[in-house]
């Protein structure tokens, strides 16, 4: 019984390592997408059918606004007037060609740990590299063409306001032949959410149907995606209590509905939710108000290679002499967990907290980032902080622990009494199992609980991991000494004795860097090893030898890993080494460490006895 554990806790770890091994050395090659493809889109009706689509601001429209694929960002924020955006987090500019919210950085994130480094752009006009925007209008109905009504490349004029900060927001008149007049008021917090108010007067002297809708495109798929298949990257999507998450190759796959070539459509109703893009740590969603009814959009236009999300408010129509407005929001920023946990207790937002890519372990990962953002915030560093949580984790599992523990310390008082069972059984090994089996029943010792706190690591292990790659607030989040970022790997480096060589490490794109061992892995192998030397080598060779590699191979896999989940392991191989030998000597066995350090450097006698 107690081989058949150990082995299937080496199965199940062997497994592990050759799967983590096999994804970094060779990742999935991208999918390659057909450009050909017409476009197509999947909608989320809100009325129970299917609305007038936007023309106002299809893929065509918007990539006819751009000057050229390859004109740099500069140029193309001299295509139009433009409105100055200024608040303590953001900074950037609003076109008044199409009212597009197209310019914006955000001023408290910078692109690398070197504070002199550009801040982070979020995004961009048409007509530049990577072009990244949103832009709202209103969509034609009844007598109405699409020249009547505002869309991507409407000019509009400044009627109120002259820099758009938290105190004064700004206001944009547009008036059509017909005699409508219509109005779009942009107002913005002092952090990430801009409320837009499009409302239109009808001084005509006929009824008027049209339906306001806001854009969010993408020109292009982004170039810096990670590829990490544990981040989702691409469109995110809330409708009621369903989160949908397409990356950019599968919105690009599409099917099209055959029917004369037309894109294939889902109709429901939604009345909580929100739509937009999500990279690794900044997001741009559009977000109705919250019992709002509306249709939510994927699109992509495979001729312009532009990837769309919507949302169409459903059609009002407007009496003569009289006006509509409605009011919908836009989060354009980094997925800072507070803020966005605020946005959705302060303005109901469905869920909003979910755009934070928590995983399939969520019901763990959630309240352990929970901790961690409160012990960040009582003790002020992130890396202590790990080291906190660590110290609450061994805590949570320390009964178990416990057990585990002292069941084996038990199995080591047995040890005589199983080689006395040994012995008598000789080469029976039925009836020597037989007899140890009655053994641990008489002794009431359990020899499969040692596993269960190993296997509750597993889920634990992920779910750190998911919080550290994924969570912004470790981005760029120092600890002390030359860990200035603890999302990165250990920046020091065995190849040039951590510093003293003049030579510089190699980079991440270099096979070198596999073994680019920094001090932080090599700490994390040699705790690993110590917790080995608790106890004696197994009997049997091959576990023996498979034990022995194990905590050299750990070091070399999680060497280039993020400098917080190392610093995790090495506190929790410290915490448990702590716990198993003072249990182990409080139950009367004191573990010979040092007798079995020096049995692994001990020259093994060779099999013919000389």
């Not at 799967?19 to 090659?29: C, D, Q, R, S």
């Not at 990577?130 to 509009?156: H, K, M, N, R």
């Not at 339906?211 to 020109?219: K, L, N, Q, S, T």
């Not at 990165?488 to 980079?507: I, Y």
Request: hydrophobic share 45%; net charge negative; proline share 7%.
């Amino acid at each position: 019984m107690k081989n058949q554990t150990s082995n299937t806790i080496l199965a199940l770890v062997l497994s592990f390592l050759v799967i983590t091994l096999w994804t970094l050395l060779f990742p999935p090659a991208e999918p390659v997408v057909d450009t050909s493809a017409p476009a197509t889109e999947v909608v989320t009706g809100a009325d129970g059918a299917t609305p007038t689509p936007p023309t106002g601001a299809s893929a065509a429209e918007t990539a006819g606004a751009a000057t050229s694929p390859e004109a740099d960002r500069a140029t193309a924020l001299t295509e139009s007037p433009r409105i100055v955006i200024d608040t303590p987090d953001l900074s950037g500019t609003i076109a008044l060609v199409g009212g597009r919210i197209d310019d914006l950085h955000l001023k408290q994130y910078r692109e690398e740990v070197d504070p002199t480094a550009p801040k982070v752009t979020l995004l961009t006009p048409a007509g530049s590299d990577q072009a990244y925007y949103a832009l709202y209008g209103w969509a034609p109905g009844g007598s109405l063409e699409l020249a009547d009504v505002p869309g991507a490349i409407t000019p509009w004029a400044l009627e109120s306001g002259e820099t758009l900060t938290v105190d004064s927001p700004i206001t944009l008149a547009w008036t059509n032949a017909a005699g409508m007049t219509f109005r779009r008021t942009i107002a913005v917090d002092d952090k990430y959410m801009f409320t837009v108010t499009q409302s239109v007067e009808n001084t005509s002297d006929t009824a008027q149907r049209l339906a306001p809708y806001g854009v969010i495109a993408r020109h292009g798929k982004p170039t810096n995606l990670t590829g990490f298949y544990i981040l989702h990257e691409g469109v995110i999507r809330q409708a009621d209590s369903e989160l949908g998450e397409i990356k950019y190759d599968d919105v690009a796959d599409l099917e099209v509905d055959p029917r004369e070539g037309s894109a294939a459509e889902t109709v429901a109703i939604t009345q909580n939710g929100w739509i937009g893009f999500t990279d690794h740590y900044w997001m741009t969603v559009l977000v109705p108000e919250a019992g709002q009814p509306f249709t939510s959009v994927v699109k992509h236009a495979a001729g312009s290679d532009i990837y769309q999300t919507e949302v169409r408010l459903p059609t009002v129509e407007v009496a003569p002499g009289s006006s509509a407005s409605t009011t919908t929001h836009l989060f354009a920023g980094a997925k800072e967990w507070e803020t966005i946990r605020n946005y959705e207790t302060e303005l109901g937002i469905f869920r909003f907290v979910d755009s934070i890519d928590w995983g399939m372990f969520f019901f763990i990962t959630k309240p352990m980032f929970a901790v961690l953002h409160w012990l960040n915030t009582m003790i002020g560093n992130m890396g202590w902080a790990i080291i906190g949580l660590t110290v609450v984790i061994k805590l949570v599992l320390f009964p178990l622990a416990y057990k585990s523990y002292v069941s084996m310390a038990r199995m080591r008082e047995l040890q005589p009494e199983m080689e006395k069972i040994k012995e008598r059984a000789g080469d029976d090994k039925q009836k020597q199992q037989v007899e140890i089996m009655e053994l641990y029943k008489r002794e009431k010792v359990n020899p499969a609980s040692g596993c269960l706190p190993i296997l509750l690591q597993i889920p634990i292990w992920f779910s750190l991991y998911k919080v550290i790659f994924v969570t912004l607030e470790l981005r760029h989040a120092p600890w002390f000494g030359w860990i200035n970022d603890l999302s990165a790997p250990d920046p020091s480096s065995l190849l040039n004795l951590f510093g003293l060589l003049p030579n510089a490490a190699p980079g991440p794109e270099s096979w070198f860097a596999f073994f680019s061992l920094g001090l932080l892995p090599i700490l994390l192998g040699i705790s690993m090893w110590l917790q080995q030397k608790l106890n004696p080598a197994p009997t049997d060779a091959t576990q023996a030898t498979i034990m022995a590699w194990m905590p050299w191979v750990f070091m070399f896999m999680l060497g280039r890993f993020a400098s917080g989940l190392v610093l995790y392991w090495i506190s929790n191989n410290t915490l448990t080494f702590i716990q198993q030998y003072t249990i182990m000597w409080r139950h009367g066995h004191r573990p010979d460490l040092f007798g079995n350090i020096r049995s692994t450097f001990r020259k093994k006698p060779k099999a013919d006895g000389k």
